[in-house]
């Protein structure tokens, strides 16, 4: 039987994080220069930088697709063909694109260059879908607010050659796919534009029309008041049901997150989508091993959900309570040393006596190393590690590589 065919995608908002998702597994990364994307406070990439991004994807035969995606107003067009030549000269993978007017010009000075189309736009029919389609998109990132049977009759429905994208895991914002007004109309920030302050995670409280100076607490749980918030998505027990219905792209949000989110978020879909492919080969049913579950409570969040996929079976969708985390990203490994060492970075605390846990696309993920000795690089001991990004050698009995991360 053949396997599916599947991209897992990854955010990239700084370097670091996107050669960790690509250590991790991820088969392409999406990320944004420092215009024309959605999120404005991410690290992002300057053109020096988003060169050597491509060629450092190239050369490990992955994918980038850069984000030109925000709601476009006429004062954003004069420099955007210039923007959109330099992307096609450095061999960018594709641009995502939430306006057609954005599309336009692509089609203009970059006939060639892959089309993606963001869930910007609320891709949430087939006739819509089949628009883009002839339009030249290559590619629709749909509407997270679909089903899976939706979804199937999309993709019925258009060319076989146009690739669907959907996300899988991660914050989902309240609005109608993303396209909030609350952030600019409280702060004058856009979210449209990139530079959303997430006021749906504030506290609110109500007042009567004809008594506006008595405010009553809206109160759900002791941490607050989350009456806009959405859940985060998880659907790491379902991807063959997405692969069914046609799903190519399977997306994890998360450009503002950290490396350490990246990681370990990237990891437990590589690792489930290993599992996958190996039930599909041998026509199995696909069950998403418990420890990857696990996994996924190990970094921060809040409750999840399966948001829209199944329609009216999961109602589960408002937020009850803040972001939780279980564990902690303590050290970046940057080199195997000999004789028993491995040269860190370290990114939290840590002291002689802690047990920490290996993160690591090889064979030695949630192995546990006890440390009994730290050094600095002059070879001092240390007992308690507690400078921010020092670099330390310590104790470890196995041969960790380059982006592996211990945590707590």
């Not at 091993?289 to 809040?302: A, F, M, Q, V, W």
């Not at 001092?380 to 945590?407: E, F, G, M, T």
Request: glycine share 4%; proline share 2%.
């Amino acid at each position: 039987m053949k396997k599916y065919n599947i991209e897992l995608l990854a955010p990239a908002g700084s370097m670091e994080k996107l050669k960790v998702a690509f250590n991790y597994g991820a088969d392409a990364c999406y990320f944004a220069g420092t215009s024309f994307g959605l999120r404005a406070f991410a690290q992002n990439f300057n053109d020096e930088e988003l060169k050597t991004a491509v060629n450092y994807a190239h050369s490990l035969g992955k994918k980038c697709y850069i984000t030109i995606n925000i709601i476009a107003h006429n004062k954003d067009f004069p420099l955007l063909p210039d923007y959109i030549k330099f992307l096609d000269s450095i061999h960018v993978d594709a641009l995502i694109v939430a306006d057609i007017g954005i599309m336009s010009i692509i089609k203009k000075v970059a006939p060639n260059m892959p089309i993606h189309v963001s869930t910007q736009a609320s891709i949430t029919n087939k006739y819509t879908a089949k628009q883009f389609a002839d339009m030249g998109a290559t590619r629709l990132i749909l509407a997270r607010e679909l089903s899976l049977e939706e979804i199937k009759e999309i993709r019925d429905y258009i060319p076989k050659e146009v690739e669907l994208e959907c996300f899988v895991h991660g914050a989902m914002c309240i609005s109608y796919s993303g396209r909030c007004l609350l952030s600019n109309y409280f702060c004058g920030r856009d979210a449209n534009h990139g530079e959303c302050v997430q006021a749906c995670r504030w506290d609110y409280a109500i007042s009567r029309k004809d008594r506006t100076e008595e405010k009553f607490e809206i109160l759900e749980d002791e941490r607050g008041t989350y009456i806009l918030n959405s859940k985060d998505l998880n659907m790491i027990e379902h991807l063959n049901k997405l692969a069914d219905a046609g799903v190519t792209s399977f997306k994890i949000e998360g450009r503002m997150k950290s490396a350490y989110y990246v990681a370990t978020v990237v990891n437990a879909y590589k690792r489930a989508f290993d599992v996958l492919q190996e039930s599909k080969k041998e026509g199995k049913d696909y069950v998403c091993p418990k420890e990857l579950l696990e996994e996924l409570e190990k970094t921060s969040h809040r409750k999840y959900t399966t948001g829209f996929y199944f329609g009216s079976e999961d109602k589960e969708y408002l937020e009850s309570s803040q972001a939780v985390q279980e564990s902690e990203f303590v050290a970046l490994v940057l080199e195997y040393a000999k004789n028993g060492k491995v040269l860190v970075e370290m990114r939290n605390k840590f002291k002689i006596g802690d047990t920490l846990e290996v993160i690591s696309p090889t064979n030695t993920f949630c192995k546990a190393i006890t440390i009994t000795n730290i050094l600095d690089e002059n070879g001092n001991s240390v007992a308690v590690a507690d400078q921010v990004q020092a670099k330390l050698y310590i104790n470890c009995d196995y041969h960790l590589q380059p982006l592996d991360i211990l945590r707590r």
